[in-house]
Nanobody
């Protein structure tokens, strides 16, 4: 069974940085789209960034150049580098891998921005 596992969340001060990682237990990431989503308390889950198998990236408007997404298919991993973190970035961050018609979600990693 495919299970993405996130790591790298934590507590950071405003203006700080974090790097989230997601590693999938699956045979191959060929043709898989990978992405990061987040859900803040009381809000709906929203897209943060995605990267497809060709390396094309999509970012939410609120990222504003602060986050970068990358993938390493050999390691079956996707990464989210975040800098300039703000209070409103506080949320649980989820990894999603889409392969064929199937979506696979991780259980999430908490990111808290607080002074």
């Amino acid at each position: 069974q495919v299970q993405p596992v996130e790591s790298g969340g934590g507590l950071v001060q405003p203006g700080g940085a974090l790097r989230l990682s997601c590693t999938a237990t699956m045979n191959t990431l060929n043709l898989a789209d990978m992405g990061w989503y987040r859900q803040a308390p009381g809000k709906q889950r929203e897209l943060v960034a995605t990267i497809n198998s060709g390396g094309d990236r999509i970012f939410a408007d609120f990222v504003k150049g602060r986050f970068t997404i990358s993938r390493d298919d050999a390691k079956k991993s996707v990464y989210l580098q975040m800098v300039g973190l703000q209070f409103e970035d506080t949320a649980v961050y989820y990894c999603k891998i889409t392969q064929g018609m199937m979506d696979y979600w991780g259980k999430g990693t908490q990111v808290t921005v607080s002074s």
